[in-house]
């Protein structure tokens, strides 16, 4: 490579970090790594397209730039993330149901479970598929051992030594 191709190597790179607008240096951090996972991925796609490149090594190339690709999505995420426009977590409450005591049962109940929109007041309602139903809690998850099993000892492994 020339000193005439390196200068405008670094000039394209200057370029592409100073579209990001970064704020501050950690978000110049995540331009410079943006950039150079762009320039992974598209030299790694370029070699794999050479008609002289054996076959495993250009599967190879091509899986490193899917790599590259994804770390740059990543990259990008995270650097709208730290500017406050990532995507919002949100949860959609989409039937909700107080028992007597006023605890709350969120989440999707199968009709018949009192999620069909039919209930009627101080009538009690199945709980949803594989859970029991305790009057106190509400839906509850199904016990790991039955109360009536009796529980037994675990042997413990010995030193050979100790007899």
Partial sequence: MTHEDRTKQREAVLLAMVAFKPQDEIEAMLAGQAV?????????????????????????????????????VEVIDALDRRRGKGRKQSIVVKHMHLTGDARAMIGNFAPGGGGDGKETEGEPHAPPAGLALDAAAGAVVPPLRRADEKRHRVPIARDAREG
């Fill in 36 to 72: 150079a996972l762009h320039a992974m991925s598209m030299e790694l796609s370029r070699r794999a397209m050479l008609a002289e490149q054996p076959g495993e090594l250009a599967a190879g190339m091509r899986k490193g730039a899917v790599l590259a690709s994804r770390g740059f």
